[in-house]
C-alpha cells in the first residue's frame, strides 16, 4: 500500500522546466531550490519557503534519529553567489531525491523534484501502520473546492491530497 501526497508552490511555471535538484547543505540537512520556492529538509520536518511566506512541515511522533539520504544523483552542482570566491561552493553532489529511512516503523518518505515543483511520497511497507503518520503546519492549512489542501498566508503553498 501507498500513500502519495504532493507538494507544488503556486507560481507562473517557466516556459522551459528547471529541474529541482536536492543538495547535501550539511550532515542532517539537504536543500532545494526552484525558481519559485525554497525548501530545507532536517530531521524534525521540512521548511518550505516561497512568495515570502513560509510553511513547516513537522513530522509528529516520528523517529528522532531518522535517517537522511540523498538517493539517485546525477551529478554535481556549483553555487556561486555574490561576488567573493570564497564563498562560492563547488562540486556539491545533486540528488533527484531525499529519503527519509523508518521514518515510523516500517515508514518510509521521499521528496522527488520536478519541473520546479515538490512531491512528497510515504511508502509504507507490509503490515506498517500508515495511521501513524501524522503531520503538523505552522501555518493554517485550508481546503478549496476542489478538495485541494493549501496552507500559509491567502494559500501560496498546494499541499496536494491524500490517495490510496
Known amino acids: 500500500m501507498r500513500f502519495f501526497a504532493g507538494l507544488a508552490v503556486l507560481a507562473s511555471a517557466p516556459a522551459f522546466a528547471i529541474p529541482t535538484f536536492f543538495i547535501q547543505d550539511s550532515s542532517s540537512r539537504y536543500l532545494a531550490e526552484g525558481p519559485s520556492m525554497r525548501a530545507a529538509f532536517t530531521p524534525q520536518g521540512v521548511l518550505f519557503q516561497a512568495h515570502g511566506s513560509r510553511v513547516q512541515v513537522q513530522f509528529s511522533g516520528a523517529n528522532p534519529n ?6 539517485n544523483a546525477p551529478g554535481r552542482v556549483n553555487v556561486l553567489r555574490g561576488s567573493d570566491p570564497r564563498a562560492w561552493r563547488t562540486g ?14 516500517g515508514i518510509d518518505a521521499a521528496y522527488t523534484g520536478r519541473d520546479g515543483h515538490l512531491k512528497s511520497e510515504f511508502r509504507v511497507a507490509p503490515g506498517a501502520d500508515p495511521g501513524l ?3 503538523a503546519y505552522s501555518e493554517k492549512v485550508s481546503l478549496d473546492d476542489a478538495g485541494n489542501l493549501h496552507a500559509g498566508e491567502h494559500g501560496a503553498f498546494f499541499l496536494g491530497f491524500l490517495l490510496d
Do not use: D
Open 133 to 135: 503518520i501524522r503531520l
Open 92 to 105: 556539491i553532489p545533486a540528488f533527484t531525491e531525499i529519503l527519509y529511512r523508518e521514518m515510523y516503523p
Open 66 to 71: 531518522v535517517e537522511i539520504r540523498g538517493a
